[in-house]
């Protein structure tokens, strides 16, 4: 077995400024109707922006788990959805060529951590993995 892991830092005010020019091509671009029904629905655009920001970190994070990063390989920002459970946790749900990766990696679970705090969002990601490929790159 082994252990796959990414970590993720990004800028709060970034998704603040994307959120008040209302790009939504951007966030469309990057996050599945489901991820911003979830970030749309925090308190004011402070707690959008901070939802967005995490999910964003959380996507990359998960990207470079798998040794890909995004938007290489084929992946896509929405091949990697950040959504949250009945209790509010988040989890990350993998899809098209992420999911194709992930299965070649013989990933079996996936856990993820959100944060923010003082104007910056963070994620780490940690996957579990059989080891059917020994290079994840």
Partial sequence: MRILCGTDLVEVERFKRILEKHESSFINKCFTGREQETCNSRAG???AAESYA???AAKEACGKALGTGIMSEGIGLTDIEVLNDAKGAPFIELKGKAKEKADS???FSISVSLTHD???ASAYCTMLADGKDSNPG
Avoid: D, N, P, S
Wanted: glycine share 34%.
């Fill in 105 to 107: 990696l013989g990933v």
């Fill in 118 to 120: 003082g104007g910056m």
């Fill in 45 to 47: 655009i402070k707690g």
């Fill in 54 to 56: 995490a999910r964003f």
